[in-house]
Nanobody, 125 residues
Framework: QVQLSESGGGSVQAGGSLRLSCVIS????????MAWFRQVPGKQREGIAG???????VYPSTFEGRFTIWQDSVKDTVYLEMNRLTPDDTATYFC???????????????????WGHGTQVTVSP
């Protein structure tokens, strides 16, 4: 059973940084894509970044430059570094994994079948 577990959320002041981690376990074949998303109550889940096992990454233009995704394959962990945070970044952050060969790694929710439970990030003014 594939499981994803996020950590690293918390409270930070505007202008600060946070690093989120997502550990993936329980898979029998290598994942084809992983991604980070965020969601605010009442709004759609928003894709932040995607990554492939070969370390290729993709970001929607909204997040390019301020957010960085990378992986440590030895630790089975994918990270999200978030810089220059603003109160608008307050949300629950989720990681997700996809295992279908050839599936796009662009962070659209429909591309990913497995999800973590999320970690809360709160940015104060």
């Amino acid at each position: 059973q594939v499981q994803l577990s996020e950590s690293g959320g918390g409270s930070v002041q505007a202008g600060g940084s946070l690093r989120l981690s997502c550990v993936i376990s329980g898979y029998t074949s290598k994942w084809h894509a992983m991604a980070w998303f965020r969601q605010v109550p009442g709004k759609q889940r928003e894709g932040i970044a995607g990554i492939r096992p070969d370390d290729n990454t993709v970001y929607p233009s909204t997040f390019e430059g301020r957010f960085t995704i990378w992986q440590d394959s030895v630790k089975d962990t994918v990270y999200l570094e978030m810089n220059r945070l603003t109160p608008d970044d307050t949300a629950t952050y989720f990681c997700a994994a996809g295992f279908r060969p050839g599936e796009s790694y662009f962070p659209r929710p429909q591309n990913f079948a497995y999800w973590g439970h999320g970690t809360q990030v709160t940015v104060s003014p």
